[in-house]
């Protein structure tokens, strides 16, 4: 981490915008990714026009997803990561306001501005991870309105929080993914970095001892994207889009293709 004595706007800006762009590309090869998944376990035929093209597809984007996944989470002293925006964040959290400011053109054709207060959907996963007061009083005083109206409170709630309270939520939410980015990152340097002399012989033990899952990598982006895209919306009132809108047309590919099928 970059070593200041005051709140580097443009350094912290920077850095979120450069992992919130890999957790960005990261995101869409897991929805492709997870797109051919289900249409191949539905049949879909339009996959059998091309089969090794989609296969050549899928193990590429595993890769990179792998890759960059890895690298917004590195911690080599050198690299810029989520855990350095995390440590920066915690340092300076006082320099941060509790509200985004939205700013807009109002109707009348004036600038208009609105502050919205930080919200955080926190999981019961989270909630048993707490230890600060300020936040188990929240999460008791919304599970007590709850009761009052007769709604149930035992899954995910949402809460407003201050600036220093959304960066210590994240922080457990790294550290409660400790064991999955280990496994990425040793995946990783043995096998996708370079060529581990030990995992050209042994390829199968270090798979088994490091399962990367779709669930694995869609936390960890998640999680990513989540945190750079806050700290982006607190200091700059802009909300980024977390994926392309069209990201979910691979259907309308395929479809293409079987009527030219048909036509054939």
Excluded: W
């Amino acid at each position: 981490m970059r070593q200041t004595e005051s709140f580097d706007y443009d350094y912290i800006l920077k850095c979120c915008n450069g992992v919130f762009n890999d957790a960005f590309d990261a995101n869409a090869c897991l929805k492709i990714l997870l797109q051919i998944g289900e249409y191949r376990k539905a049949g879909y035929k339009g996959l059998e026009c091309s089969p090794a093209f989609y296969n050549t597809v899928c193990r590429a984007m595993i890769r990179a997803s792998i890759m960059d996944v890895a690298r917004i989470y590195d911690q080599d002293g050198k690299s810029i990561s989520l855990q350095t925006i995390n440590k920066y964040c915690g340092r300076f959290a006082g320099s941060f306001p509790d509200e985004i400011e939205t700013v807009y053109n109002a109707s009348d054709g004036t600038i208009d501005r609105e502050l919205r207060p930080i919200r955080y959907k926190i999981t019961p996963k989270e909630m048993a991870c707490i230890t600060k007061e300020g936040l188990l009083q929240k999460i008791d005083d919304i599970k007590e309105s709850y009761a009052v109206f007769g709604l149930d409170s035992s899954g995910s709630l949402e809460i407003t929080v201050s600036a220093e309270e959304l960066f210590y939520l994240y922080s457990n939410r790294i550290k409660s993914l400790s064991e999955a980015i280990g496994r990425i990152k040793e995946q990783r340097n043995k096998r996708y970095a370079h060529n581990d002399r030990l995992t050209l012989f042994d390829y199968d033990s270090l798979i088994e001892e490091n399962k990367v899952t779709f669930n694995d990598l869609d936390k960890l982006i998640s999680l990513a994207l989540d945190y750079t895209g806050s700290v982006i919306a607190l200091l700059t009132g802009e909300y980024k889009a977390r994926e392309f809108f069209n990201i979910d047309d691979l259907s309308n590919t395929l479809q293409l293709v079987r009527k030219a099928k048909q036509k054939e």
